[in-house]
Every structure is written in structure tokens, then in C-alpha cells.
């Protein structure tokens, strides 16, 4: 029998995938489908402060093995996923989930942090200082290394609950931001957030997506991801969830002997609905095939 | 929503660039006309999300245009070829609203959801009337299928090769009295019919989808309901709640 349990900042999780922000609701949805409960967690659809609609469409554009959205963080307010949202996604999910919030101001993200660090059913808080769909916002906190200081220090102060900061891959050196963060009392580290993208149609020649610009993912995105993590992994002394086109079993070991203590699926979700159910049922045989007895043992496996 | 292999029966050419497909497979998640299935299709990243046209028991059959790479793949489907669909998504069209005498009103590829909608409106003991528009005679398909369902069906083509001259608005003032609309087709199309249409009705829309389930937010649209994903919340939508 292999052991495909490991600890997240003091959270035992069943394994390691969890379905990543954005790409699953507020988890919901997918019960319908699959039993939720064999998640190791999920990280929920991002909220802000106030409700968003969210960018124009067309929203989406497909690429070779992966796909661009500019979805701009569409959500119905912090306040609404707190009395709507939450519970409903409770009903279905008997575990801890991570909330991921984000924000347009650093007062932004320590309200929302605030508000949702009452919710029990919250394990982890996941900060979005990455996101490349809203201006004036999202990703500008995650490419400076000072502002990324002040955001984590901000959240940390108002949440006693584990904090991770989601990095932008869209950067000169990740591990300058990751290290900022680690100093302002980070928990851990998500990376990566989507990489910009852009396609043009060539019947209409203008940008595919109304945005013009969005945010690509999906297993194209894999190596950037991996090779970030690994870099990472060598610069701070916080765990690391993992993510960045992760579609199959082999992928999440591969993430985790980059350095991560867990992993996020994200785009898979999109195209097979059942992605991280296929993921989780497959670890146990993939593990066997390459001598692994225990994921929590092989993190960081590669240095 | 089921998930499931599903099998290419027959795959032919019925209009220029319009090929009608039969899948066979499970069919029990589809609950009402006007619903989508999504396709996993080799090579290419996102699903292709498609209208049904017609089901029974154990078949689908769905109408595409081959407008792009994977429509165009799929154009090129064989007997016995198994795909990878997603069966049932969309809320689809409410037969409940439609009155004795309801316009069905479809565009191009527009017409295929406008079908199955007749057959589920006549087993309710409701006779349509049937307005099909295409660009012109070679676009042409299915005026017949409808006539064998024995309802009446203008068909009008905007270059008047074929039946009456001029827009599916141009045919509505011919059909006599009507109790509501039920329509699909291309954007102009749908504003033209918010204008001409003196009755309640509903429209089905089309965005570029991510997931076709929900997940994703990808094709959500402004309502006077509030935001509404086409893929789950709709795709179709009443005329009074529609923000054009």
C-alpha cells in the first residue's frame, strides 16, 4: 500500500491534488459529478471585496495544448460567497477548503481576509497577487517584490489561519518576489499563476479575446511551472503548492520532486471534468511504477 | 451531464458545409430541446460545444458547419469512430411558455435546436409554425424534415434563390397571428426579431465556451437577472431579460 497523505501547514490531506481557483467554482457544481470528497482540498473561485462581473467576452481562446482566459475575476463579493457560496459548497465538502482571495488596494486583501478568516470550514488563505486579467490590481502586487512584502504582512496581521501567496509567473525572477513574501510571514507559496498570452484571429485580425490579453495555461505551461517551482524550492524555507498544467498522476510527482508539498489542477478540469478524479484514482499505480511509497517523502526529491 | 463514449453512426453532407452527424450512446441526461453536448476532439485543447438537433433513446443527432479546424476535423469523421461528449449541458428551451401557435425562427446553423423543440412542442399537442433563414438555395437543409412533422414552414434566403426573398423578419408578417418565439441564430438576426417580435419569446445564444459546464466563467453575459453563464445558465435566455 502507498501513502499519498501529506501535511499542508499542519492540514493532513488525503493527497495532494486540489483543483485550483477558477477552474472549479465554488466546487459545487462538479458533486453532481464525482464524490468531492476524495480531493485532497480545493481552492475556491477568487473574491474581492466587492462583486465583480468581470472582463467583456470573448473571454477564452484556445491554444496548442493549453488555453488563454481573461474571465477577470467574475465573483459575487466576498460578503455573498461567505452567506451563498461557502455554505452550499459545505453540504458537499466535508474538508478544508482554501479560500483564494484578491484585491485592488493592500486594505483590499486584508478585508477580505479578514471576513474570511471567521469561516471554520477555511483551512488555508490563499492571496492572489497574480492575477494578469484586472488592471490596477491582481498581478501589479505580485511583480514587486515590496508590495508583495506589504500585501502578506497586511493579510497576515487580520488572520491567524495559514496564508499562502500566489505567485505571477509574469516576472524577472520569481524567487525575489517568494523570498519578499517568506520575510512578511507567508505560510507557504502557490505558483503558477497563468503566463500572458495573446491570439490573434487571422479571419478578423484582432485579438481573439476582448481583453486583447489573458492569461495562458494548460499542460504547454507545464515546464515553466516546474522549473519555478524548483527555483523556489531552493529559496525559501515555506512549503510550496504547485500548479501549472498539471493533467496527469506523472505530473503531480514530477511537480512534487520540483518542491511541492501539493498540487493544483487547473485548465484538466475545464476540458475533462473529471480530471482530478482520474488523477487521484491513477496515483497509487504511478507511484508503485516509480518506487514511491510515501508522496510526502519524495518533495523536493529532484535537488 | 454525463460524460461518455459515444460512437459515430453516419456523418454526411446535407448543405454547403453543413454535415449532420449521428452519435450513438446514452442519452438519459438530455431533458430538454435546445441543449448542447461538448466534444473532446484529438489534438485540440478545448471541447467543441454543439447544438442537438434530434434524440431518441440511444442516438444524438447533431447538424455543424465546418467553419474551423475542428468542425473541420470532425467533417471528416468515419462509422465506428468513438468520441469523448459531454451529453446534456445548457438549460435548454421551456415548451411551457410557448402558447397554441408558436414561431419557431431559425438561422443558418441556427436551425438544428429549432427541431428537436418542433417535435417536443407537437407531443404536447402545440403546432408551430417554422421559419427557417439561410444565405442562400446551397445552404439550405432540413425544410423538408420539418414538412414531414406536418407543420408549415416558410424558409426565406436572403439572395431569394430560394422561397421567399429577404430575412426570416421579412416572413413573419406573412404567418398570421402567433403566441410567442422561440429562435437561434447569428447576433443580427436576434436583434432584428427583439425588434419585429410583438410577443414573449426566447433566444438561445452562442459564446466561446471554456469548459461547457459551468466551471469556468469563460461565457458569462450581463441579464437583468443578473450574470448568467451561457454554458449552464442558459444558452437560452427570455427576451425580457436580455441586456443587447
Known sequence: MVNTTVTLSGITLDNPVIPASGTFGFGYEFADIYDINILGSISCKGTTKAPRFGNPTPRIAECTQGLINSVGLQNPGIDKV????????????????????????IDDYAYTCEKIDSEPQVGIIEVNISCPNVHNGGMSFGTDAGTALAVTKAVKAVTTKPVYIKLS???????????????GGADGISLINTLMGMRIDLKTKKPVIANKMG????????????????????????????MGGISCAEDV???MLAGATAVQVGAANLVDPCACKTIIEDLPAVMQKYNINSLQNIIGGSH | MNQGTYSVLSNINIAKDVYKMILGGDTSQITAPGQFINIKLDGLYLRRPISICDNDENTITIIYKAV???????????????????VGLGNGFDISKSGDRPLLIGGGVGVPPMYSLCKALLDKGVKPVVILGFNSLEDVFYEKKFLNLGVDVYVATVDGSYGIKGFVTDVIPLVGEYS??????PMPMFKALYKTCVTSGQFSFEERMGCGFGACMGCTCKTK????????DGPVLEKEEIIW
Open chain 1, 169 to 183: 509567473p509574469n516576472v524577472t525572477d520569481i524567487t525575489e518576489i517568494a523570498k519578499a513574501c517568506e520575510q
Open chain 2, 180 to 185: 410567442y418565439f422561440y429562435t437561434c441564430g
Open chain 1, 253 to 255: 510527482i514530477e511537480m
Open chain 1, 215 to 242: 492569461g495562458f495555461s494548460g499542460p504547454a505551461i507545464l515546464p515553466v511551472a516546474v522549473r519555478m517551482v524548483y527555483q523556489v524550492y531552493e529559496a525559501v524555507n515555506i512549503p510550496i503548492i504547485g
Open chain 1, 82 to 105: 461567505i452567506s451563498e457560496e461557502l455554505p452550499k459548497l459545505a453540504k458537499v465538502y466535508s474538508k478544508p477548503v482554501i479560500a483564494n482571495i484578491s484585491g485592488f488596494s
Open chain 2, 68 to 86: 474551423g479546424k475542428g468542425t473541420e476535423m470532425m467533417s471528416r469523421f468515419e462509422a465506428y469512430k468513438n468520441l469523448d461528449v459531454l
Open chain 2, 225 to 232: 437577472n443578473g450574470n448568467k453563464r451561457i454554458c449552464k
